[in-house]
Structures are given as structure tokens and as C-alpha cells.
């Protein structure tokens, strides 16, 4: 499997993933750390319940069981908890709940306890909300390049600075959640409602402000009667 192979091509100390299910990615990220005769995997998940522990039941098989940890929580805190002990990963695998705020947060929170050089996958590109968190990170996300991948079904992005964006709304790309939503209500201080066609795709914040100023000149939206 690919990100076997990329395991054992990186080489590194420690490996973390957001949802372990079956344990399917594990078996072969742990089986490229044996391979390697190095390095820990750390997973995340609080639903192991549902899948009867079978996750659980693959590191012992393996006899990879002293380099294998369970995190029984939600990625959220369990992300904010591995930074706040200056955890750092070179191999990090998203994997977990698939609604769009979801995924942009584990990938957030990720690139926190990502290494230089570490490399973050983002598995299933089929669903629209993985899709849109990758485009975002293309667009926003120098910190990060795209790495090449012989699976369409996964974005690898790695990591080759820290994140030194501007805080300056401008220099940030917005987009649409849902691809099929044309119409983008924006309100102004004074109360003003007006409607941008088109943001079905990617546009500069600053061009929401020009089209701002000249929905403006519009006046009230009328009310329907």
C-alpha cells in the first residue's frame, strides 16, 4: 500500500492518525515502522466500541504493541493535548470524521504538531469536504506543498515552513462550502443586504470587498409581499 511505502521512504520517530475504524492504515504504517526498526504510531479514536476493539487487536498481532498507543478521545482535544506537549510528527494520516469543519479543524490542528519536512495525508478526495479543505490549503497554505501521489483517493501535503500568514483578511482565499450554492448574502455595517453571484469557486477576499462597495449603490433589497 502507498502510505506503507512512503513510511518506510520518510523514516520517521513518530506517526499519528485521526481514526482508527478496523485498523486497516495501521497495520501498514505499523508494518513500515518494523521494517524500519524505528519509530511509534499514535491513533485517535473514541469509538473503538463500535468497532468491537478490532483496531485494537492488529499492534499485538504485529508484535508491534510497545509502539502502538491509543488515544481515546475526539480529535479535537486529543490534537490541542499532543501540542500543548510539544508533540511533533513527521507522518500524520486524517482519516476521521468527514463533514467539512471537521476536517479543515484536524487539518488546523494537525499542521500545529506537524514536523519540517512531516507530511500530512488526507484520505477519501471523493467527499466534497476533503476536496474543499485540500483547495483551501493550495490556496492558503504556503507553509505547505503538494507532494506527489500514485492514489487519486489522497492529497499529501508537506510541510516546509511554519505557517507566517498575515493576519490581514485580504490575503485569504473564501470559498463556498457547497459547490451548488450561487448565491452569497453578504451585509454591510449599515444594514445594507445584497446578493454576489458566482462564488461557487475560489475569489480573493478583496474582490468580496469591491463587490460589497458596488452592491452598495443597490439600496434595501425589497421584501417579499
Excluded at 513510511?7 to 486497516?24: D, H, M, S, W
Excluded at 479535537?76 to 510539544?86: G, I, S, Y
Excluded at 449603490?217 to 421584501?223: A, D, E, S, V, Y
Aim: aromatic share 8%.
Amino acid at each position: 500500500m502507498w502510505i506503507h511505502n512512503l513510511c518506510r521512504q520518510l523514516r520517521p520517530k513518530k506517526t499519528v492518525e485521526i481514526g482508527l475504524a478496523y485498523g486497516f492504515s495501521t497495520i501498514y504504517i505499523l508494518a513500515a515502522l518494523h521494517e524500519n526498526g524505528m519509530g511509534s504510531h499514535t491513533a485517535i479514536d473514541p469509538h473503538q466500541p463500535a468497532y468491537h476493539e478490532i483496531g485494537l487487536r492488529h499492534p499485538e498481532k504485529l508484535n508491534m504493541a510497545d509502539a502502538f498507543s491509543l488515544i481515546r478521545q475526539m480529535s479535537v482535544p486529543a490534537l490541542v493535548d499532543l501540542h500543548r506537549k510539544d508533540e511533533h510528527f513527521e507522518f500524520i494520516f486524517i482519516d476521521g470524521n468527514h463533514r467539512f469543519d471537521d476536517v479543515l479543524v484536524d487539518f488546523i490542528l494537525s499542521s500545529e504538531v506537524c514536523a519540517i519536512g512531516g507530511h500530512i495525508i488526507l484520505d477519501d478526495m471523493w467527499v466534497p469536504a476533503v476536496q474543499k479543505t485540500v483547495s483551501f490549503v493550495r490556496l492558503n497554505r504556503k507553509d505547505f506543498v503538494e507532494a506527489q501521489s500514485p492514489i487519486a483517493n489522497v492529497a499529501a501535503l508537506r510541510k516546509i515552513a511554519e505557517d507566517t500568514r498575515s493576519w490581514d483578511p485580504q490575503s485569504i482565499c473564501i470559498w463556498t462550502i457547497w459547490p451548488s450554492v450561487e448565491l452569497r448574502t453578504l451585509q454591510r455595517p449599515g444594514g445594507c443586504l445584497g446578493r454576489l453571484r458566482d462564488y461557487s469557486c475560489f475569489r480573493p477576499a478583496a474582490a468580496a470587498v469591491k463587490a460589497q462597495d458596488e452592491l452598495a449603490t443597490l439600496g434595501p433589497r425589497r421584501q417579499p409581499t
